[in-house]
Structure formats: structure tokens, C-alpha cells
């Protein structure tokens, strides 16, 4: 097995504890590497490296411009080795080939856009009520970030954070899950060959009370990025403001894709089936709650069952591939868990409800693709986030109802509105709850455009100029012209 080893100062070093975790193939269920179990020591070093690295040295020197052009350099070796990156990604996380290759040659956008960005944010002149006085501000780096990232798609939401975050002039140290932490330690190699000074990013990885819990309350970490479960999100959103650390979360979601009986069926199904099928469901805006109208809830049902019946399981690696396996063996157990509640519940089961046993699924965790109908949106497989291939279908009579069930959760995080009608669908974005909201489309994402939740689904903004400003810090500087003189014991 490839055994690797941690990111630190710019240097390959062996953790602390000279302990390592067998990272394994969610298709075979065989171990294939070995990645290093670090702890709070190991943690205390990242740290101290980005804050150096942020302090003195090149990084600190460095113009906005020069930041941007190291931030192009890196997109180009990403785009160089996107293919061998993408296949150590499937091998850790058991997604499609065909989706990891298309996320890591999207990647090097968002350090082309990034690193564009860079020498773009400005500081304002202010108008000022008082004469003899001059004011401006400035946007300054908050300081050294904590990257804590999910194993779901690492390379692509690691980049949403960490390519911002560089741009504006902070260091960072990435925790990456511990089941999926491979990708993000080779694309840490990159770093020294575009040019970054040590220091200025880091890997770190391990169990989260382990790394996690250190780099969160670390003293010099100064922001805290996160994506992943809204429980978690809680925990390290409570520690952080104990000492009023800034935080960004991308948490979960339960995601409402409703159909109107004026939209075009056969494209509504297909959204469907990509909404929630396409990743194996192990996506945060999977469109896990299919609202249909009443008058066309049979015909979607059967063409919708017509299309998933056909769904091919097996290798990853396989084009042929549609549906891959679970990423992790306690993901694997959960959704058959809720699979099991949904029954108990009254939920009528229309396909899947098991575990793939074909042939092309091997010995790896793979659980159908499965659909229920007559869901009420109280039920826990309604309201809960399943993160697999399970859809829960809910009728709906009209647009009020419509807009009510997809509120009536306690995530905020995407939604999609399928109709002809072009009053409708401004007037539902305006009604639903949710930071992203999509027309005749599902699950379309851009360096360009911000992204984040409602509700339970989070803080903050990732992607677009909303994403830079996660990153700065606001200077207000004051300059006397030298014609105020007075009292100094009062305000002027």
C-alpha cells in the first residue's frame, strides 16, 4: 500500500505520533493507503508554519498581483494532473470517474478566477462630516485559516475555500476527512512547484477530535472554514465563538425539486434523476424531496421508474458506470437505516430498498437506487438528510402548498422550480427559503457564483466576490491634515 505523509512548512514529514489510518476502496472494500493519524502536535506545527508564513517571509512581502499569479500557476499543474488526481479521488471516495475528472478539470477556474480577483479589492476614500480630516479603508487577510473539508468531493469543495482564502492574502491548513485524504496530500505537492513559500498552505489529517478539535481552538487560527453535517457544524461554531473566530459553514441540506404541471416532464425527470442519483446522493444539494403537482404525479412517477430501473451499478472506473458505491461503510449503514425508517413509516416503497448485490458490485457498499411514493414531509425521511440514493416523492395541489412543504424544513440550502411559466418561477424565488435557487435546472455550480445556505444550512458565501470577503478584514484609517488643534480632552 501507498503509505503518504503530511504537508507541513512546505515539507513531507511523518506525523508525530508515527501513526497511520488504511484508507479504503469503496468499491473492492480492500485497503489501498495509508494515511497519517496526526494529533494536537502535529496540528501546533501546521499552525505555527501558516502563521509564520503569513507574517514574515515572501508570503507577507508579496503583492496582491504576485499572490494572483502563483494562485494561475497552481490552476495549470491542477488542469496538468487532473486525470491522475481524479482517478486517486475515485479510488478513495467511490465516485464516478466520469464526475471527478469533470470536477478536477473545472477546478483550475476557480484559481484562474481567484488569482484574477486578488489585485481586484479595493479599499474606499470616504466622505468625512468633519473638515481637517482625511479617511480611507483597507480590506486586510483575517490570518490563518482552518480548511476543514468533507469526503464527499475533497479537491473541489477544499478549492471553493482554499483558493478565496489564498487570494486575499491568508495561510492555510487544511484537515481533509479522514476517509478521503489522499487527493488533498498530492495537490498539497503542487504548492512547491508553483512557487508558494513554506508555510503557506498545509495538510494536516486524522480523526476530528483528534485534528479537528485542536485546529479549532488553536490560538492563532483566526477563521474556520467548514463543510460537512449541520451537528458538527454546531460543535466547531460554538468553539470558535468562544473565542470570537470567524467561521464559514456549508452544512446540510434536504433539498425540494418541485415540478409544476406546465413544465417540460421529460427534462423535470431528468433533473430528478441527476439531482439525486448522479453522485450516488452524496452530495449536500442533492434534490432528495420530488414535489410533484397532483394532475401529472403518475405520469412523472412512471417515466421517472422507467429511467432509474436502467441505472447501472459497478466500477467507478467503468464509463459505462452510473451509479457508484457509498463512500464510507458508516454512510453505507445509515441509509439503509433510513430506508428501513421510511418503510416503517408508511412511505410506499417504488423501486431499490436494498443493498446492490450484481455481480459489478463486487464486494464494494453499493445501495440501489431507491424511490418512495405517498411521502408526507413530517416523515424523518423527509425531513432528515439521508446523503444517498434515496428519493422521497410528495404531492402537492398548488403553488401556496408547493412553496409550503419545501419551507417547511430545517435546511435552506438549494431548491428547483420546473414550470413554463415565468411569473411562477420569480415568483417562487422569492418565496423559497433556500440560498440557491434553480429554474429548469439542477445542481449547476460556478467559481462565479456565491454559494451557501439558510437556516440550518450554514454561514457565510463560498464561490464568487462574495467568497473573497469571507477571507478580509475591514482597516479604517484616519489622517489629521494638521489644521485640527483644540482640546484633547474632548471628541471631535
Request: proline residues 5%; hydrophobic residues 40%.
Amino acid at each position: 500500500m501507498k503509505r503518504y505523509q503530511l504537508r507541513i512548512d512546505g515539507q513531507s514529514v511523518d506525523p508525530a505520533g508515527a501513526a497511520w489510518l488504511e484508507s479504503q476502496n469503496p468499491y473492492t472494500g480492500e485497503s489501498w493507503a495509508e494515511i497519517p493519524r496526526s494529533d494536537e502536535r502535529d496540528v501546533d506545527r501546521a499552525v505555527q508554519a501558516a502563521h509564520r508564513a503569513l507574517t514574515q517571509g515572501p508570503w507577507a512581502e508579496m503583492s496582491a498581483s504576485q499572490r494572483g499569479m502563483l494562485l494561475h500557476r497552481l490552476g495549470d499543474l491542477i488542469a496538468r494532473d487532473a486525470a491522475k488526481l481524479a482517478a486517486t479521488e475515485v479510488r478513495d471516495n467511490g465516485k464516478l470517474l466520469a464526475e471527478m475528472l469533470g470536477q478536477l478539470n473545472y477546478i483550475p477556474q476557480w484559481y484562474y478566477y481567484f488569482g484574477g480577483l486578488a489585485d481586484k479589492i479595493q479599499g474606499t476614500t470616504l466622505p468625512l462630516d468633519k473638515k481637517g480630516y482625511f479617511a480611507f479603508t483597507r480590506n486586510e487577510p483575517l490570518g490563518v485559516v482552518a480548511a476543514i473539508t468533507p469526503w464527499n468531493s475533497p479537491l473541489m469543495l477544499a478549492s471553493w475555500k482554499i483558493a478565496p482564502a489564498l487570494a486575499a492574502g491568508c495561510t492555510v491548513v487544511v484537515k481533509p476527512s479522514e476517509f478521503t485524504s489522499a487527493s488533498t496530500l498530492e495537490f498539497a505537492e503542487l504548492f512547491d512547484e508553483a512557487g508558494f513559500p513554506p508555510g503557506v498552505f498545509n495538510v494536516v489529517t486524522g480523526f476530528g477530535g483528534e485534528v479537528g478539535t485542536p485546529l479549532v481552538e488553536h490560538p492563532l487560527v483566526r477563521k474556520i472554514s467548514f463543510t460537512g453535517s449541520d451537528s458538527t457544524g454546531r460543535v466547531i461554531n460554538e468553539k470558535a465563538a468562544r473565542n470570537f473566530k470567524h467561521t464559514a459553514m456549508e452544512l446540510g441540506g434536504k433539498s425540494p425539486n418541485i415540478v409544476f404541471a406546465d413544465a417540460d416532464i421529460d427534462q423535470a425527470v431528468f433533473g430528478a434523476i441527476s439531482g439525486i442519483f448522479a453522485a450516488t446522493g452524496q452530495t449536500c444539494i442533492a434534490g432528495s424531496r420530488l414535489l410533484v403537482q397532483d394532475s401529472i404525479y403518475d405520469t412523472v412517477v412512471e417515466k421517472l421508474l422507467d429511467v432509474a430501473r436502467t441505472a447501472r451499478m459497478g466500477d467507478p472506473m467503468d464509463a459505462a458506470t452510473q451509479v457508484g458505491p457509498v463512500t464510507t461503510p458508516p454512510q453505507f449503514s445509515k441509509v439503509l437505516e433510513y430506508i428501513a425508517v421510511a418503510r416503517e413509516e408508511g412511505a410506499t416503497l417504488l423501486l431499490g430498498g436494498e443493498r446492490g448485490d450484481a455481480p459489478e458490485c463486487g464486494n464494494g457498499w453499493f445501495v440501489q437506487p431507491t424511490i418512495f411514493g405517498d411521502v408526507r414531509n413530517d416523515m424523518r425521511i423527509a425531513q432528515e438528510e439521508v446523503f444517498g440514493p434515496v428519493l422521497s416523492i410528495i404531492r402537492f395541489k398548488d403553488e401556496d402548498e408547493a412553496v409550503a412543504i419545501a419551507n417547511d424544513v430545517r435546511f435552506g440550502l438549494a431548491a428547483a422550480v420546473w414550470t413554463s411559466d415565468i411569473g411562477r418561477a420569480l415568483r417562487m424565488t422569492e418565496r423559497l427559503q433556500a440560498g440557491t435557487v434553480w429554474i429548469n435546472t439542477y445542481r449547476a455550480v460556478s467559481f462565479m457564483a456565491p454559494f451557501g445556505g439558510y437556516k440550518d444550512s450554514g454561514l457565510g458565501r463560498e464561490n464568487g466576490i462574495d467568497a473573497i470577503r469571507e477571507y478580509l478584514q475591514t482597516k479604517c484609517v484616519w489622517i489629521n491634515s494638521g489644521a485640527v488643534a483644540g482640546n484633547p480632552f474632548v471628541m471631535r
